[in-house]
C-alpha cells in the first residue's frame, strides 16, 4: 500500500466501526484505596505518529483558465507557490455546481448519492436533491475528529439545508452538527454572502449583525480566524494535528473587493474576451498545461462576441471583469496567509495541502452583466442601461465592488475563464463546467514536479487520498449507521509517478438536466434545457424531456477540450454510454433526470422555506434568513404592526433583503415609507403625506399580487387604524428571492440595508416600541 511506504513511525489502527470503544481502564478498583491498584494505560492513538495536518483550500466560482500558475491573466501567488513546491493535476473534476461539488468533496461520494443534487436553497423532496448529507455518508471531518483529529471549516458551508439556518436550528446538518462532525465553523451557511456585511454564524451562533466595520472583508476575517484556530490548536496540542477546510465566498457573485485590487487590472482586458481567450490558449499551450493538440472550442451562437458590445457599454463590462479579478487575486493572498502560519509553527513540512481552484466553472450567471447579479436568478430580463443608469445614480464606475452594488460579470468573461473548454458553470455536459486545476503539496512526502497529471479525477478522489495516506479504512458503521461505499479512488498513485495509468476509469456527472457520462477516455454528453447565460425563462423548457435530448461523443485520448463531436460516427458507442448512465443515474439516486429544476423553474413555491402562512414577531426578532421568512415581496399579504410612535419616531420597522434587492418599512419625519427595491433596477416608494398619529397605534401593509404572471406587479396599500394613507402599484417583483445570506429584521435593517434614503443610518433601528409584527399570507 503506498501509505505504508509514506507513513512508517508507529502503527494506524484501522476501525471499521466508529466511534471507537472507549479506552479501557489500566487501574483496578478495590473496595478502599489501599486495596487498589493504580496503572493507567498510555495514551492510545488512533494515528501513525507522523500523520500530517491537512488544509483543503477551494475557491469558488473560478473558471480554470484564469489563475497566472496556468496560463492566465489573474496573479495567483498562492496556487503558484503550491505549484512550484508540489504537483498539480491538468484533468481534474468538480460538479459543476456549488452545494453538489462541496457535498461531493467532503464525504468522498456522488453528489446526487448524498442529497445533493441542487444547491440547497433550492433543494426538494426527491432523495438525491434533499440538500441533507445522509448519515450514511459520514463526512471526512467526522471521520477524522474520530481518528484524533482537530478539524474547522471557513468560509462558505451551502451544505445545510436553506430552512434550517435561523438561530435555532435544527443544528444537525450544520457544520459542527451530529451529522457533519466539524469541531469548529466560522463563516456563512448559504450559497453566497456580501463580503462587507456578511450573515456570519461561529459554530451555532449568529454573529451581531453589525459584525461588518469599515474597512472590513469578509475573505480577511475568515483568514484571520484560520490562522488563529490553527496556532491555538497547536499551541494547546501540539502531538494533535489538524485539517483545515478553507472555502471563502469569492469569487462567487457578488464581486466585492477593494478599489486597489480592482485598479490593479486597469487596461488589462481591454481587447475583450474573444482576444483574451485567444491569449490564454496560446499561454497554455506554451507552458505545456494542455497538449500540444488542444483546439480551442467556439463561442457558442447564443453568446455575444466582445465586438457585439456598443461602445457606450465596453466600460461597464470591462470594470466588472476588474473587479473581478482584483477580488480573485486578493482571495487567493488571503489563502497564502494560511501558508504562513504554517511556517510560522514549523508544521508546513508535513503538511497535506490540496488547492481546488474551484469548485465548478466560471461562472455565466451575470448573464449580460449585472449591477445586481440575483435578477438572473429571478429569470427578470433587463437592459444593460439600466444597470448602467442604476450605477451612475450611485456614484458612477466606482460603485462597483462597493457595498451599494451586487455586481457580476459578462458571462462572456466566464467564457474566457473557461478556456479551451466550451461552456461555464452549470453546464455539466462539457469540461468548462466541471474542469478545475488542482494543486497537492506536502513537502515531506512529494517531490516537486512541474509535469502535469494528467490522470481523470473528481473532487470526491479527495477523501479517498486523505484515507489512503492515513492508512484509515473507511468506516463500514458510523453512529450504529452502515455506510455508503466511497464513490471516488485515491490520487496517492500519481503523486511520485506523473505518468501512471490512471485508476479512475468511470465517472458521471449531471446539473438540472444537463449530463455527461465518462468511461475509458470516451465522453457522451448533453447540454440540457438551460442556457446559463441567456437572461429570463425559455418557454420551451416546460416541454423539456431528457429521452428527447441528442448526445455527443467525444474522443478524449484525441479531443481534450470535446472540439469535435463523433457521435454520427461512432452510434454504438454512444448507446453504450447513456445506458452506462441510466444505470450509474440510477444507482446514486440521479432519476428524475433534471430533478433539480423542480424548485428553479417548473415550482418555485416548492423551494424550502418556512411552511407557515402566519407569522407573529416582536422586536427582539432579527437576521432571520431570508429563505426562512415570509416572502412578503413575493406572495399576497397582510402584514400589521402595533407599535408606539411618538413625535420624533424614526427607523426601520421592517425589512426583507439588502440594497441590492428588497423591501422595507420605516417612519422618519412624521411620515412612514415602503420601498420595494427591485435588484436596484427599480425602486419603488409609497409615502403617507397626513400626520401621523402618535400613541399605540396599528399599522398595516396589504400586498396583493394582481398577475400570475412570472414576476407580476404588486398593489400595496398602507393603512394606519384602518384609515388608508397610501398606495401604489409594484411595477414588478422578485418570486424567488431578493438575497441569498441577507434577512427579514424587525425593528431595524441588519447587515446591508434596503433603502439608499437610511444608507448612512444603517441599521437605523426604530427608537420606539414595536409590540407585535404579524404576517398573513393572503
Not at 502531538?239 to 485598479?263: C, L
Not at 475563464?417 to 462539457?430: D, E, F, I, M, Q
Not at 446559463?532 to 420551451?540: E, Y
Request: glycine residues 8%.
Amino acid at each position: 500500500m503506498w501509505a505504508a511506504t509514506l507513513l512508517t513511525a508507529g502503527t494506524a489502527i484501522a476501525q471499521e466501526t466508529l466511534p471507537f470503544p472507549p479506552k479501557p481502564s489500566g487501574s483496578t478498583a478495590g473496595p478502599t484505596i489501599a486495596e487498589s491498584t493504580y496503572s493507567p494505560l498510555p495514551p492510545q492513538s488512533h494515528l501513525t505518529d507522523d500523520a500530517p495536518n491537512i488544509v483543503i483550500i477551494m475557491l469558488d466560482d473560478v473558471g480554470p483558465a484564469l489563475p497566472h500558475t496556468f496560463g492566465g491573466p489573474i496573479t495567483t501567488p498562492t496556487l503558484d507557490a503550491l505549484a512550484q513546491e508540489g504537483i498539480a493535476y491538468s484533468r481534474f473534476h468538480n460538479a459543476a455546481m456549488c452545494s453538489p461539488t462541496r457535498a461531493s468533496l467532503l464525504t468522498g461520494r456522488n453528489h446526487h448519492r448524498v442529497g445533493n443534487g441542487q444547491i440547497a436553497e433550492l433543494a426538494n423532496d426527491w432523495d438525491g436533491y434533499t440538500g441533507r448529507i445522509p448519515r450514511t455518508a459520514a463526512p471526512v471531518a467526522k471521520v477524522l475528529s474520530d481518528y484524533g483529529y482537530a478539524t474547522a471549516a471557513f468560509g462558505k458551508w451551502h451544505n445545510t439545508p436553506a430552512n434550517e439556518t435561523t438561530a435555532v436550528g435544527p443544528y444537525t446538518n450544520w457544520p459542527v452538527g451530529e451529522a457533519i462532525g466539524f469541531d469548529y465553523f466560522y463563516g456563512f451557511l448559504a450559497g453566497e454572502s456580501s463580503q462587507w456585511e456578511p450573515a456570519v454564524v461561529e459554530n451555532t451562533n449568529r454573529l451581531d449583525p453589525s459584525h461588518g466595520k469599515e474597512g472590513y472583508h469578509f475573505t480577511e476575517d475568515m483568514a484571520d480566524k484560520a490562522v488563529s484556530w490553527m496556532k491555538q490548536v497547536h499551541a494547546l496540542t501540539p502531538e494533535r494535528p489538524f485539517m483545515v477546510y478553507w472555502a471563502p465566498g469569492a469569487s462567487h457573485g457578488p464581486h466585492h473587493i477593494f478599489k486597489e485590487w480592482a485598479d490593479k487590472y486597469a487596461g488589462r482586458f481591454d481587447e475583450g474576451w474573444d482576444e483574451l481567450r485567444e491569449e490564454i490558449f496560446a499561454k497554455q499551450k506554451e507552458i505545456g498545461w494542455i497538449p500540444e493538440n488542444t483546439d480551442l472550442t467556439e463561442r457558442p451562437d447564443s453568446l455575444a462576441a466582445w465586438d457585439d458590445i456598443p461602445e457606450d457599454e465596453r466600460e461597464f463590462q470591462l470594470r466588472l471583469m476588474e473587479v473581478f479579478a482584483g477580488y480573485t487575486e486578493h482571495a487567493d493572498t488571503q489563502a497564502g496567509r494560511l501558508l504562513e502560519a504554517l511556517d510560522e509553527m514549523g508544521v508546513r513540512d508535513n503538511t497535506l495541502i490540496f488547492y481546488v481552484w474551484g469548485d465548478n466553472g466560471s461562472s455565466a450567471e451575470g448573464q449580460n452583466g449585472s449591477i445586481s447579479e440575483l435578477l438572473a436568478q429571478n429569470g427578470i430580463s433587463t437592459e444593460i442601461k439600466d444597470h448602467i443608469k442604476a450605477m451612475n445614480d450611485l456614484g458612477g464606475l466606482d460603485v462597483l465592488g462597493s457595498p451599494k452594488a451586487d455586481n457580476m460579470y459578462h458571462a462572456g468573461w466566464a467564457w474566457a475563464g473557461s478556456t479551451p473548454y466550451r461552456s461555464t458553470k452549470l453546464v455539466a455536459a462539457h469540461f468548462g463546467g466541471t474542469r478545475t486545476p488542482l494543486v497537492v503539496s506536502w513537502p515531506k512526502k512529494i517531490v516537486p514536479d512541474d509535469t502535469p497529471r494528467s490522470q481523470f479525477h473528481h473532487v470526491n478522489d479527495i477523501v479517498p487520498t486523505i484515507y489512503d495516506v492515513l492508512d484509515i479504512t473507511p468506516p463500514e458503521t458510523v453512529d450504529g449507521i452502515s455506510q455508503d461505499p466511497l464513490d471516488g479512488v485515491s490520487m496517492a498513485y500519481t503523486f511520485d509517478t506523473p505518468d501512471a495509468e490512471g485508476q479512475k476509469t468511470s465517472q458521471y456527472f449531471e446539473v438540472m438536466g444537463s449530463r455527461s457520462y465518462y468511461e475509458d477516455e470516451w465522453i457522451a454528453s448533453v447540454f440540457g434545457p438551460r442556457t446559463p447565460w441567456t437572461p429570463g425563462v425559455d418557454p420551451a423548457i416546460f416541454k423539456w424531456s431528457p429521452d428527447d435530448d441528442t448526445w455527443e461523443l467525444h474522443d478524449l485520448t484525441a479531443d481534450h477540450s470535446q472540439a469535435h463531436n463523433l457521435a454520427n460516427d461512432h452510434a454504438d458507442k454512444v448507446e453504450a454510454l447513456k445506458e452506462a448512465f441510466r444505470a450509474t443515474a440510477k444507482e446514486n439516486k440521479v432519476f428524475p433526470v433534471g430533478g433539480g429544476l423542480w424548485s428553479v423553474v417548473f415550482h418555485p413555491e416548492d423551494a424550502p422555506s418556512n411552511p407557515a402562512t402566519e407569522f407573529t414577531y416582536t422586536q427582539e426578532v432579527i437576521g432571520v434568513p431570508e429563505f426562512t421568512a415570509p416572502k412578503v415581496g413575493a406572495r399576497s399579504n397582510i402584514v400589521t404592526i402595533q407599535a408606539e410612535l411618538a413625535e420624533d419616531s424614526e427607523g426601520v420597522l421592517y425589512a426583507l433583503g439588502a440594497f441590492s434587492g428588497g423591501l422595507a418599512l420605516w417612519v422618519d419625519q412624521g411620515k412612514l415609507t415602503y420601498e420595494y427595491n427591485l435588484f436596484e433596477i427599480e425602486r419603488t416608494q409609497i409615502t403617507t403625506t397626513d400626520a401621523l398619529p402618535t400613541g399605540k397605534i396599528s399599522i398595516e401593509v396589504e400586498t396583493t399580487k394582481t398577475s400570475d404572471k412570472h414576476a407580476g406587479p404588486l398593489d400595496v396599500v398602507i393603512r394606519v387604524n384602518g384609515t388608508e394613507m397610501a398606495k401604489g402599484t409594484v411595477p414588478r417583483s422578485a418570486p424567488l428571492t431578493f438575497t441569498a445570506n441577507d434577512a427579514f429584521d424587525v425593528g431595524r435593517d441588519s447587515y446591508s440595508p434596503v433603502s439608499e434614503v437610511y444608507f448612512e443610518r444603517k441599521p437605523f433601528e426604530f427608537n420606539g416600541t414595536i409590540d407585535q409584527l404579524k404576517v398573513s399570507y393572503k
